[in-house]
């Protein structure tokens, strides 16, 4: 009888393309991949270790796992990726409940730990960070009409405030034809929307061909057959530039949704992060942007609470944020993270002043969408659907602005049946809370 794995994949993106690999694997292998652990001979966490609440998110899941466990209905948890090679040397010593652990450099040998680990081996695997392969045979977790694809490993960026250089290494492209034949063969099972995942998409072929490829990538990638909607996630400010930014607006392919992390604003607080850039130059590239494409949609993210951050700072980032009005935006509060540089920074920000800046903040922020899903009413909208909520008894969607499980959906009736992966034109009639609401318009031109 097949081995029964249950895999739940937490965190990012880029780490849902490592659990999507090791799925792979372990089918391959002939283990059964089952949606529950209840029953499961082995369940596995791909763990996220970025921050203390994704730390602790991780935590809940294999204390949720050791009740099983413990009641016998599952019989052996294997945690990967980044909280084991976090705490790599006290890992298994502080959680008796897990059986095996792999860290970020190791998950190529998940078959391996679970025949071990059913075999009552204890034990942990750490390998090279920097020599993990990137490439792998994948099985979807996420829809079949969208999928991540990632075109790079690890980060050399060096924020002051994070650690992913040391649980991820450093940045490592993978090369542009094994990019491309794993875009084709996720668009021939069906793919309809290719989104671009890195740490750093635009660093994209420093490393490898000693000149910045994302742009030549790009074109490469528009040219593939039957794909529709190319998203790019994670641009860093200052390694954009024209030759990027016209491939973009040239190619209808590629949607004019930017997602780029400023983080904040202050030339004083983005010195102390050890970020590239000051808020000219961030205000000049975001002007460039709408000049170049004006139905641009910019999204970034946010820290507020960095040690040092005075009210003077924090008022110039709500007032930077209230002028910009950035129609997406990821508002988080600093997390003070062991090994990192600014954990051991002087004038640390007090828990309770973070969460009234991440408050004054998001009252902004919804104000901005507000004002963004007003625009939009009477527009008629391509719609890529996702199915079908009871609920509210209509289909929902995103549009161009609209990036998986992030940010906003739009909800919308029918009269002709709609499939998920299915384009439709949306004519917006209206906005609850964040998201849009409309009804098909079959009848209309090309939307927006």
């Known amino acids: 009888m097949a081995i029964k794995v249950a895999l739940i994949s937490l965190g990012c993106p880029k780490n849902q393309v490592d659990s999507e690999q090791m799925l792979s694997m372990l089918k391959d292998a002939g283990m ?11 369940a596995i966490v791909n763990t996220c270790g970025f921050i203390e609440s994704a730390v602790n998110e991780g935590l809940s899941e294999i204390f949720a796992l050791s009740e099983l ?4 209905r599952l019989k052996k948890i294997i945690v990967t990726g980044c909280i084991p090679e976090r705490y790599k040397g006290e890992f298994l010593k502080e959680l008796p409940e897990v059986d095996f652990a792999l860290g970020t450099g190791s998950c190529q040998k998940i078959v391996d730990a679970v025949t071990e680990t059913l075999e009552n081996h204890r034990a942990a695997c750490f390998d090279d960070i920097n020599l993990s392969p990137i490439s792998a045979k994948r099985v979807l977790l996420s829809p079949t009409h969208s999928a991540y694809i990632k075109i790079a490993e690890g980060c050399d960026n060096h924020c002051a405030y994070c ?3 040391k649980i991820r290494g450093r940045f490592r492209s993978r090369p542009e034809e094994e990019i491309l034949k794993e875009a084709e063969t996720l668009v021939q099972s069906g793919v309809k929307e290719l989104i671009v995942v890195a740490q750093d998409i635009t660093r994209y072929g420093v490393d490898l061909y000693r000149e910045h490829r994302l742009a030549n990538l790009l074109k490469k990638m528009c040219q593939i057959p039957n794909v529709e909607w190319i998203r790019l996630h994670y641009l860093y400010p200052d390694e954009i530039d024209d030759r990027l930014l016209d491939v973009i607006a040239s190619d209808k392919k590629i949607l004019h949704y930017f997602d780029i992390p400023i983080q904040h604003i202050s030339d004083k607080i983005l010195t102390l992060m050890n970020r590239r850039g000051n808020r000219a130059f961030i205000e000049a590239l ?13 999204r970034t993210s946010i820290i507020a609470g960095l040690p040092g951050e005075t009210d003077v700072e924090f008022s110039e980032l709500c007032d930077f944020m209230k002028k910009e009005k950035l129609p997406r935006a990821g508002i988080f509060s600093y997390s003070q993270e062991e090994g990192s540089a600014a954990a051991a920074m002087e004038n640390q920000v007090d828990d309770e002043t973070k969460s009234r800046r991440m408050e004054i903040l998001g009252d902004i922020q919804y104000s ?4 963004y899903n007003e ?26 602005a609209d990036s998986p499980e992030i940010d906003s959906k739009v909800y919308f009736h029918s009269d002709q049946p709609v499939s998920a992966g299915q384009f439709v034109s949306v004519r917006i009639t209206g906005a609850v809370d964040s998201d849009l609401i409309g009804n098909t ?3 209309e031109g090309e939307p927006a």
Do not use: N
């Not at 089952?34 to 499961?40: I, L, S």
């Not at 901005?368 to 004002?371: A, G, L, R, S, T």
């Not at 008629?380 to 909520?389: A, M, Q």
């Open 368 to 371: 901005v969408m507000e004002e």
């Open 163 to 165: 650690i992913i250089p």
């Open 286 to 298: 975001f002007e460039k942007i709408r000049t170049k494409m004006p139905d641009a949609v910019l």
């Open 441 to 443: 318009a079959f009848e």
């Open 32 to 42: 059964k991949h089952v949606t529950h652990p209840d029953g499961a001979d082995v």
């Open 375 to 400: 625009r939009q009413i009477g527009r008629v909208l391509k719609i890529l659907c996702e199915g079908f909520d009871p609920d509210s008894g209509s289909y929902y969607g995103r549009s161009y």
């Open 69 to 72: 466990k413990k009641e016998g």
